[in-house]
Every structure is written in structure tokens, then in C-alpha cells.
């Protein structure tokens, strides 16, 4: 738990707003306002870890992005996606073993 709190503050760069420990439940939010639930597994939650939807991170400069995940060794998952005049994509694993995804949106010309 507090290992995925520091996973998204420190590495993603989320701001912690809220922290329920008994609970093993946290909220945080991004730079746009978007924010995220995280919490621990248990015979409330018995949501395992990659059995949940996918967090998408809107940036500006995938390639950029990819080598700062790379910088603070995260892992991630297959190779650059890239469709043409639309989006680039890259999937990546937080520390629990939860699927995340960069995105940057291209400009069709």
C-alpha cells in the first residue's frame, strides 16, 4: 500500500490527497484534475492486482516520458505502440504489478 503511494507520487507525480490506512485506501490527483483511487487487496477488495482497468497518462512527448519511466526503472510492457496520425502508445507496470498506459495524441496532417 504505501508502496504504491509512493509509486504514483514520486514516479508518476501524482499529489496524495487523501489516506485512509485503515483502510489501506488513498487518493490522488494529477496536474488536469484527474484523479485516481488506489487500495490494497483484501476480503473487501478482492480485486487482484492487473484485474482492473487500465490508468492512461495523457503526455506531450511519449519518447520523453518512456525514458524517464526507463530512468527510475519501471517496467514496461512490449514495445512503443504507434497508429498512425492518431496516437502513440506505451503500457507500463506500477510496483504491484498494475497496468498503466502512456498516450500522446499526434496531430493528423
Given at each position: 500500500f ?5 509509486f ?9 490527497l ?89 496531430e493528423?496532417?
Amino acid at each position: 500500500f504505501k508502496e504504491g503511494i509512493k509509486f504514483y507520487t514520486k514516479v508518476l507525480g501524482l499529489k496524495l490527497l487523501s489516506e485512509a490506512p485503515e483502510y489501506k485506501w488513498a487518493e490522488l490527483q494529477g496536474n488536469d484534475g484527474a484523479m485516481v483511487g488506489i487500495c490494497e487487496s483484501c476480503e473487501h477488495t478482492p480485486i487482484s492486482a492487473g484485474g482492473n482497468a487500465v490508468l492512461t497518462y495523457s503526455v506531450t512527448n511519449i519518447e520523453k516520458s518512456i525514458e524517464d519511466l526507463k530512468a527510475k526503472s519501471v517496467e514496461l510492457v512490449g514495445e512503443m505502440q504507434v497508429v498512425p496520425g492518431h496516437v502513440k502508445l506505451q503500457m507500463f507496470k506500477d510496483k504491484d504489478g498494475n497496468l498503466g498506459q502512456l498516450a500522446q495524441v499526434l496531430e493528423n496532417k
